[in-house]
């Protein structure tokens, strides 16, 4: 997977009609062919982005920052990533109109170690929902795969489960880095950092991160895309996705198979119902 | 006159109830089921009045009577029933309570039903399929009526209407052995 | 600094007998922010709360916890108390130590005490975050829509005109007079449902409070109560009304023919044509499905025989507002189709007929000249079969419920047919007799007995075709006997079901409605002519199957409801509503999704920062909101909190314990 | 070439033979292969669900196993009992997999029900299957001037809920089908009446009576004959004729049709082929009436009253 | 060190055995306005008994309730957490309960996969009508609870 050029032409052409203010994309950090986030606002500089299966990151998080608000931006989005976008432009984050969207029929990217990434083998969506122009050949929506490390902690004794997320809270260090790589975490101001939230929780501890970690989960359930930005972001290499993924699952199966941002104008599984939802659980 | 008031439980009703799948209690007695059989004419209590019988718990009267053996199955009421009774498996129902509590009226008329059906499935047990001249001789010769339809016998043979014979099924020991099991799980019931 | 008083009440016997309320007040008193506290006999008695008035006074309070029965028993009471006393009555909390301690824990004095000592901690605690609030006060505008006009729709607009408040009463069809028009006699009186009806309908049209919009249609309504905006679709008449005199030559010389509705479909009327003779307004529409000029531009004789040049093929739809403070609904009912009941030959029988075919018959301005006559050949039956509770009450084939008035009418049909023919007899197979009304049974009876109708309990089976001849088989339960009746006509007693465009209405109204589309009233007893959607309001038969008195009734007190609220120039409401921080709101709309009121609207605030751009966040319409908090519970960034439930008064209460 | 799995019930062997050798001409005609369910056995009929619960599954779930065997997607049944005993097994044991279970214990040799073979009356897979247009298209000899009253009886489209076929009071498949032939179908109201059925032994009565009904509604109707598809209606409405002549005091005279009868017929069978021997009730004269005009009713002169109801209110 | 770790491995949930003879359970129950609370009242009026460990807290409706208000609770002080409503259809506010419905199933099974009892927060519908059914609800949670024992959520950090 490599469309590298395809995405410089486009975006070399983008500028030198006066589309675009900025482009999003990617460059090689020339060590270990890693790649990193790049925003070029000139045609000259087209040169520098890249895509190839190391293009890791879900850029459309850049969007949610003033820099780019209400500027003209050309930007790539890959199956997970698309997701995301379509969410922002539901929840009037950006508006379409300012956008060029590339979209990839992605092929999956590669982890740290050099294998495909997990989030992409488990992928559910891995052509671009929306785009301009689409590279790559499209394979169409895939079945729903609960995830592996889900799976094999449900087995577990609750005991050791605890144990296990206890240590994962204990190991958050609150930097919000998670916070701040996530698309759709754009809030003007985050209720963790709220006086009414903080009241009774201790900041740094255990608990302060367990309940930092809790609401913000629940606050992307139903709507998260598993684009895996914070954990890559994550300084204490927390598995977050355990958190999401869970919410996601219970979501899909409970709720007509609802998965984040798949269709334009649809909201989050929590700003919708159905009366036909699970009722067994309450007595 | 019939005494109410000195038995609480329905449990008539309620046997009814469970065999048959329905609420005898969803019957409000509008009558349609009557109008509609096509046997009600010949029947003890039409429908309707068995259905109010079972709401009563009236078990004796509703066993003696010979409306169930006179349902045909054809469906025609509960295609009509406003409450949606399914009143053939009501009926189905009391008929399989009154041959399990061996309670049943011994009139001749459901006498000759019941030997007819009897007669008739020893036919499908013997030879797995029906063989209509031997059962017709078999339920004249089982209900003492010998030259009933007899007029109608030279014509029908004669025109090959009613063949002389009977093809058996092949596994004859394979249906045998299902009415036996099928017998066991009716007794384990 | 929070300076809070604390109530505890014995409530005789019925607190102190199990909780040991000095131990309470002793513990009370050891909270922190608790500046006073003191147990009384009765709170809520009038002592009670002269010492809560001299308490606040006297010790500077900042808010004032009482722990007694429910909230819900005496909140308001102790709330006026406050304000007596010149404090904000919001700045109240009730611990309840009644219901849910003294009477629940009646064996365990000790945790029932304990209990009581915190719920009163939760409530000195969220009454530390109480905010003083002040009832919000809503503009009404002063005028009245009323949809449908019907008997039920024309009664209500011309009670709240009389009440010199104006009305906008809107008609789809060409003439207001609704189902009503359309009936010969009415029971259980027997006099004439026109002569009743036209005077109302002409009272209606010349009342100068009331502006009639026939021939059209609600589209849009926007706002809250009191501060409504609908939107009313004007259908194109062709005709201009101003000039039309109504002399009636177009509609006489049209030579287009299309089944009459009014009289359902027995005759034929024109494509251009008034309903019926006592219409009001009595001015011809253009029927522009089938007029061939509209159709294929051929034909145009309306335009021609029109001396005041009435027709205008070139008329479009018009679009008008009004601004309103209240819609009375009143769409009034259809006749449930009996298409199912194929046992019945409904469809290929001509000669069974439903309930209002045979009205139409039997009424004096009606197609056959007020005489029955059998569709097949028009000839004038003698023994005709009146089978009740078609569609009703048959949960297989129609509707569980009750269409009321069936019984009513059916006897009346028995009555008409006896004086139409005399030599006519009439068989009516019911099930049961509903005849609960101010001489109703009276008037059955004299169905029975004066006519001589024959009554047969049952449910007709099956009608089948014997030559010209109908057969009727049903069970005569009282003998037990299957009858069969040879019947020349059969009427279908036909159920009432809701106006067909119930849904769409009720959901452009932004109001519920039931399975079968009766729209849903707010409590079933006690709000029987309120929607739950405050200001609009319900009359007739689209609630539920009704007759004429019941109808008129509801109607009158739709009206009283209406003149209630428009009693003063602005409406009072509960404080206790949501409300949006817009610096927090990040303008993702979630919660206008979500809000079942629809009262969360959008707005652009500048982006701050001395910059010129803006930005779009959440507003919450304080008429509309109804304060439940499904926004607050949503809102991610806590933009959104709810006035008396706010989250630091809740998280107030959760961490005292 | 369509395969059908086909189960012919014990009269076709017996009363119903005509029945059976027509239908296997009309099936060639449309090129479908019956494949006959190999050592099939009786449904149990109406007595086995009188007498008992489990029997009166079990018969026809043997039936309904045997027939998966052969694979084709479709089960079609001649006799209107035998579709209604399997027809209501399949619904019963498909709605209640622990039922299935249990009935399946008595089925040894057999081997296990897994439900995937839909079942149709011949009605139904002439009608639903077949089609009105390829019927039509197979006519070389339009049964024109033959008007026939068409007798569906109880079972082949009730009860509605498991039948799923036609309406239960007045269905019209079988008028359609005949009307296709170019017959003419009369307007019948005792379509879906009871005959008597099995109480054609156990009490005559009832079915004389019953059967009279049909007969002289069919009369009255002005039908030539009567077309049915159920081999127990047509020995009860045939066989019986006489004896219901006598009680009647009259001859009706109302030869009673297999459907599959006058369809070989329109499709260019000879008669001898419908095997008119078989009928108690002679079918020639019937048949006699093919190539007949049929007079169209004259619009009755408008009576004086119905002028009013063409007049406007306006 | 090894002792403090051993401390950690089961500091969520500890069997019900190694509670305090003294400890009482602590339900943190939160009400909506029209239907629960209601029915919790008619508990009282109707001197229905039920175990003494419910908190009760009211809110207009269940759409009012944020999962955080669960977490808080579970952090604060509260054993368990019952949230109740108006049957599906009865909301006073028409759809309330059926957004809080989803949000619960999902919280409920969150807070389950990170370790708690499923019991620990459980969910009704009671309406104004049910007094009954508040008693034993709130018996059946007081029930699961106590054979439970107290949580630890990660309490050696706090303090009350």
Redesign the interface.
């Known amino acids: 997977m490599d469309y590298t050029m395809q995405i410089q032409d486009t975006a070399a052409r983008l500028f030198s009609e006066e589309k675009i203010d900025l482009f999003i994309g990617y460059r090689s950090t020339g060590f270990d062919n890693n790649q990193v986030p790049v925003l070029i606002h000139h045609y000259q500089d087209v040169e520098q982005l890249v895509f190839t299966d190391k293009s890791v990151f879900n850029l459309t998080n850049y969007l949610k920052y003033e820099y780019t608000r209400n500027k003209r931006v050309g930007l790539v989005v890959k199956g997970c990533d698309s997701r995301s976008l379509n969410l922002m432009l539901t929840e009037n984050q950006v508006k379409r109109e300012n956008l060029f969207i590339i979209g990839i029929a992605c092929e999956g990217v590669m982890n740290e170690q050099g294998e495909k990434a997990q989030n992409c083998v488990e992928c559910v969506m891995p052509d671009a929902v929306i785009y301009d122009e689409l590279l790559g050949a499209p394979t169409g929506q895939r079945e729903y795969q609960v995830n592996a490390d889900i799976n094999e902690l449900a087995e577990q004794p609750l005991i050791e489960r605890g144990t296990h997320f206890e240590e994962i809270f204990e190991n958050c260090i609150r930097c919000n880095a998670c916070r701040h790589s996530c698309p759709l975490c754009y809030c003007n101001k985050c209720c963790i950092d709220q006086e009414t939230s903080t009241l009774y929780q201790g900041s740094n501890t255990t608990s302060g991160a367990f309940h930092a970690l809790m609401t913000w989960s629940l606050h992307l359930a139903g709507r998260c895309v598993d684009c895996r930005n914070c954990e890559k972001a994550c300084p204490s290499h927390l598995p977050l996705h355990l958190l999401h993924k869970q919410n996601e699952q219970v979501i899909y199966e409970n709720f007509q198979e609802h998965l984040a941002g798949m269709i334009k104008d649809d909201r989050g599984a929590f700003y919708k119902y159905s009366m036909s939802d699970p009722d067994d659980f309450i007595m | 006159m019939i005494k109410l008031g000195q038995q609480i439980e329905n449990k008539f009703l309620e046997a009814v109830n469970n065999k048959s799948g329905n609420n005898v209690l969803d019957c409000?007695?509008?009558?349609?089921?009557?109008?509609?059989c096509?046997?009600?004419?010949?029947m003890d209590y039409?429908p309707?009045?068995i259905m109010q019988m079972i709401k009563l718990g009236l078990k004796d009267e509703t066993y003696m009577a010979n409306s169930m053996?006179?349902c045909?199955?054809?469906?025609?009421c509960?295609?009509?029933?406003?409450?949606?009774i399914?009143i053939p498996y009501v009926m189905?129902s009391i008929?399989?309570l009154a041959?399990e509590e061996n309670e049943y009226s011994d009139s001749g008329?459901v006498k000759?039903?019941?030997?007819?059906?009897?007669i008739?499935?020893d036919?499908?047990k013997r030879y797995?399929?029906?063989y209509?001249l031997r059962?017709?001789a078999e339920?004249n010769i089982r209900t003492r009526n010998l030259f009933?339809?007899m007029h109608?016998a030279p014509?029908?043979l004669l025109?090959?209407?009613?063949?002389l014979g009977?093809?058996k099924?092949?596994?004859t020991k394979?249906?045998q052995?299902?009415?036996k099991?099928?017998?066991k799980?009716?007794k384990t019931? | 600094m929070a300076r809070v008083g604390v109530f505890v009440c014995f409530c005789g016997a019925n607190i102190g007998d199990f909780v040991d309320i000095p131990a309470v007040v002793e513990e009370t008193k050891k909270i922190k922010d608790v500046k006073y506290a003191i147990e009384y006999k009765y709170v809520c008695s009038d002592p009670g709360q002269q010492m809560i008035r001299d308490t606040i006074v006297d010790h500077r309070l900042t808010s004032i916890v009482v722990a007694a029965c429910s909230p819900r028993m005496h909140e308001k009471t102790f709330r006026k108390a406050l304000s007596d006393a010149g404090m904000n009555p919001y700045l109240l909390e009730v611990a309840n130590i009644r219901e849910h301690a003294s009477w629940v824990h009646q064996k365990d004095k000790e945790a029932a005490t304990e209990k009581s000592c915190d719920l009163i901690r939760m409530a000195v605690a969220k009454s530390i975050a109480n905010e003083q609030l002040h009832e919000i006060s809503v503009p009404v505008t002063k005028r009245a829509l009323v949809i449908g006009g019907g008997i039920a729709g024309i009664q209500a607009a011309l009670d709240i005109a009389d009440a010199r408040i104006p009305v906008t009463l809107v008609e789809k069809s060409p003439s207001i007079g609704g189902r009503m028009a359309q009936l010969d006699e009415t029971f259980p009186t027997l006099d004439c449902s026109q002569c009743i009806l036209t005077p109302r309908m002409v009272d209606v049209a010349s009342h100068p409070y009331i502006e009639l919009l026939p021939y059209s249609e609600v589209t849009e309504l926007d706002g809250y109560v009191g501060n409504y905006k609908a939107k009313i679709k004007k259908k194109a008449s062709f005709v201009n009304f101003d000039t039309c005199t109504g002399c009636g030559t177009c509609w006489q010389k049209c030579p287009v023919k299309v089944p009459n509705e009014f009289n359902m479909g027995v005759d034929k009327r024109k494509a251009i044509y008034s309903p019926f003779p006592q219409a009001v307004p009595n001015k011809p529409v253009i029927d522009a499905e089938h007029c061939t000029m509209l159709i294929k531009g051929k034909c145009g004789v309306c335009a021609k025989v029109c001396e005041k040049g009435s027709i205008d093929y070139e008329m479009k739809d018009e679009m008008i507002e009004r601004e309103i403070g209240a819609v009375v609904v009143a769409t009034g009912f259809d006749l449930w189709d009996p298409k199912p009941y194929e046992e019945y030959g409904v469809g290929r029988f001509k000669d069974v007929i439903t309930s209002l075919e045979f009205e139409r018959m039997v009424s004096a301005n009606g197609p056959t000249g007020g005489v029955p006559v059998r569709p097949s050949d028009g000839n004038v039956p003698k023994n005709v079969v009146f089978i009740k509770c078609v569609g009703s009450r048959d949960e297989a084939k129609g509707i569980e419920y009750c269409s009321k008035v069936c019984c009513m009418y059916t006897a009346k049909h028995a009555i008409l047919l006896h004086h139409k023919v005399h030599d006519s007899h009439a068989y009516v197979f019911y099930m049961d007799i509903r005849a609960a009304g101010k001489g109703y049974e009276e008037f059955v009876k004299r169905a029975q007995v004066e006519t001589g109708a024959t009554y047969l309990r049952g449910r007709v089976s099956k009608i089948y075709k014997k030559g010209d001849k109908l057969m009727v088989i049903g069970e005569d339960a009282q003998i037990g006997q299957v009858v069969e009746v040879e019947a020349d006509m059969v009427v279908l007693a036909t159920a009432i079901y809701p106006y067909k465009d119930n849904p769409d209405l009720a959901r452009l109204l932004g109001i519920s409605y039931d399975k079968y589309g009766f729209l849903s009233e707010a409590h079933p007893k006690l709000r029987p002519v309120e929607t739950a959607k405050a200001g609009i309001f319900l009359a007739g038969c689209t609630q539920a199957p009704k007759d004429i008195p019941d109808s008129v009734a509801q109607a009158s007190a739709t009206a009283a409801k209406v003149c209630a609220l428009f009693s003063g120039d602005t409406m009072k409401k509960d404080p206790m509503i949501a409300s949006v921080n817009p610096e927090f709101c990040s303008g993702c709309e979630n919660c206008v999704s979500v809000c079942p009121y629809q009262a969360i609207v959008t707005e652009e605030i500048p982006m701050g920062h001395g910059s010129e751009e803006v930005r779009t966040v959440s507003k919450i319409n304080e008429g509309v909101c109804q304060g439940c908090g499904s926004c607050v519970a949503i809102c991610r960034s806590m933009a959104i909190d709810l006035a008396g439930f706010t989250d630091m008064q809740i998280i107030n209460e959760i961490v005292a314990i | 070439m369509t395969k059908l799995t086909y189960f012919p019930g014990c009269s076709a062997h017996g009363t119903s033979e005509e029945f059976d050798s027509t239908l296997k001409l009309v099936m060639k005609s449309f090129d479908v292969q019956m494949e006959e369910i190999p050592d099939w056995n009786c449904c149990g009929a109406t007595s086995a669900h009188v007498m008992t619960e489990n029997l009166a599954m079990a018969l026809p779930m043997r039936n309904l196993v045997l027939a998966e065997r052969l694979k084709n997607k479709t089960m079609g049944i001649a006799c209107a009992s035998c579709y209604s005993r399997m027809k209501t097994t399949k619904a019963e044991i498909d709605a209640n997999p622990e039922l299935a279970q249990k009935i399946n214990s008595t089925i040894v040799e057999e081997g296990e029900y897994h439900g995937d073979v839909d079942v149709k009356s011949m009605l139904q897979f002439f009608y639903e299957d077949i089609g009105l247009e390829t019927i039509q298209s197979k006519v070389t000899y339009p049964l024109k001037g033959l008007k026939v009253a068409c007798y569906y009886g109880c079972l082949l489209t009730r009860p509605a809920a498991i039948t799923r076929f036609d309406s239960p009071e007045y269905p019209m498949s079988m008028d359609r089908i005949m009307a296709a032939l170019g017959a003419t179908p009369t307007e019948f109201d005792f379509k879906t009446e009871c005959c008597g059925a099995s109480f054609s032994i156990s009490d005559t009565e009832i079915v004389l009576s019953l059967s009279g009904n049909i007969l002289e509604m069919a009369q009255e109707s002005g039908a030539h004959a009567i077309v049915v598809a159920c081999p127990l209606c047509q020995s009860n409405l045939d066989m019986r004729q006489p004896d219901i002549d006598k009680l009647a005091g009259k001859k009706y005279n109302t030869p009673v049709l297999y459907l599959t009868q006058l369809m070989a017929l329109a499709f260019g069978s000879p008669v001898k082929d419908l095997k008119p021997s078989k009928h108690i009730i002679s079918i020639e004269p019937a048949l006699a009436h093919i190539g007949e005009e049929i007079e169209i009713p004259q619009k009755k002169a408008k009576p004086k009253k119905a002028v009013a109801a063409e007049s406007e209110v306006n | 060190m090894e002792t403090e770790l051993k401390d950690k491995i089961v500091s969520i949930e500890k069997p019900a055995i190694e509670a305090p003879p003294e400890w009482k359970p602590m339900i943190m129950g939160i009400l909506c306005n029209w239907c629960s609370y209601a029915g919790s009242d008619l508990t009282g009026t109707s001197r229905i008994q039920y175990p003494p460990d419910i908190r009760i807290i009211r809110v207009p409706c269940s759409s009012r309730v944020d999962p955080w208000f669960i977490i808080k609770s579970l952090q604060a002080h509260a054993d368990g957490v019952l949230i109740s409503g108006c049957h599906p259809g009865d909301c006073h506010y028409i759809s309330g309960n059926y957004y809080a419905r989803r949000r619960f199933l999902v919280t409920k099974k969150l807070l389950n996969f990170v370790g708690l009892h499923e019991d620990r927060v459980q969910f009704s519908w009671v309406s104004a009508a049910e007094g009954a059914k508040f008693a034993q609800v709130v018996a059946k949670v007081s029930e699961d609870i106590r054979k439970m024992g107290p949580l630890h959520l990660y309490k050696k950090e706090n303090t009350r």
């Open positions: 409000y007695q509008c009558g349609k089921c009557v109008g509609t096509p046997v009600s004419d010949f039409p309707r009045e053996w006179f045909l199955t054809c469906a025609a509960s295609g009509r029933c406003p409450r949606e399914n189905e008929r399989h041959i008329k000759q039903i019941m030997k007819f059906h009897e008739f499935i036919m499908v797995g399929r029906n209509e059962m017709m339920f009933k339809d109608l014509k029908a025109k090959g209407k009613i063949p009977v093809k099924v092949k596994s394979a249906i052995r299902m009415f099991m099928a017998e799980l009716e019931q």
